[in-house]
Nanobody, 117 residues
Framework: QVQLVESGGGLVQPGGSLRLSCAAS????????MGWYRQAPGKERELVAY???????NYADSVKGRFTISRDNTKNTVYLQMNSLKPEDTAVYYC???????????WGQGTQVTVSL
């Protein structure tokens, strides 16, 4: 069983910053990618960013230059540094672990990010 525990969401003003963290525990293969998705009300869940164990990254166009994803393999933790936040970044952010060997996606419970005055 794999568990993903997120933290760091909250309310921030436009232009502000937040840092999300997600710690993974349980049994999974090291050949994996960890990432963040988000879902705004009335919209489908979308990829924000992901990072492989080797450090390769991919970002949604809407967050390039503002968000940075990183991971600490010794702590089994992935981070999302979000800068210059906009109201359209408001969503529930979900941590994801994609186990390439098991071909299985695992999800966290989600953390709310609200960007508003």
């Amino acid at each position: 069983q794999v568990q993903l525990v997120e933290s760091g969401g909250g309310l921030v003003q436009p232009g502000g910053s937040l840092r999300l963290s997600c710690a993974a525990s349980g049994s999974y293969y090291s050949l994996n990618a960890m990432g963040w998705y988000r879902q705004a009300p009335g919209k489908e869940r979308e990829l924000v960013a992901y990072i492989t164990r080797g450090g390769d990254t991919n970002y949604a166009d809407s967050v390039k230059g503002r968000f940075t994803i990183s991971r600490d393999n010794t702590k089994n933790t992935v981070y999302l540094q979000m800068n210059s936040l906009k109201p359209e970044d408001t969503a529930v952010y979900y941590c994801n672990l994609n186990d390439y060997v098991r071909k299985t996606n695992y999800w966290g419970q989600g953390t709310q990010v609200t960007v508003s005055l």
